[in-house]
């Protein structure tokens, strides 16, 4: 199992970016993909999630209402479009994706199976 995150870069703030993870030797709508971050000096830490049964999606407060995770079945691709940006934003986002993990677990970064590099997101201000 392959996960390939892309899609950083570097934009001003109140700016959008779209990542994407494109997942090979894995059906993406069989699992739970979720996407973390992580800052300098900081611990790795949830973003958001599209649950593997029915589609339901999480975020974390930081994030909710600018961030919208989806995913697309066909292109076997789960994106995350990131509006509004902060410098707050600024880390190393990673997916992941996980085959058992329930619900109170979402937000554990040990509960996924396999991850992708990450994809360096840098907001200026």
């Known amino acids: 199992v392959q996960l390939q995150a892309s899609g950083g870069g570097l934009v001003q703030t109140g700016g959008s970016l779209t990542l994407s993870c494109a997942a090979s030797g894995r059906t993406l709508s069989r699992d739970t993909v979720a996407w973390f971050r992580q800052a300098p000096g900081q611990e790795r830490e949830f973003v958001s999630a599209i649950f593997r049964s029915g589609g339901t999606t999480y975020y974390a407060d930081s994030v909710k209402g600018r961030f919208t995770i989806t995913r697309d079945s066909a292109k076997n691709e789960v994106y995350l479009q990131m509006n509004s940006l902060k410098p707050e934003d600024t880390a190393v986002y990673y997916c992941?994706?996980?085959?058992?993990?329930?619900?109170?677990?979402?937000?554990?970064?040990?509960?996924?199976?396999?991850w992708g590099q990450g994809t360096l997101v840098t907001v200026s201000s």
């Open positions: 992941a994706i996980g085959s058992r993990l329930i619900l109170s677990s979402i937000r554990t970064p040990g509960q996924y199976d396999y």
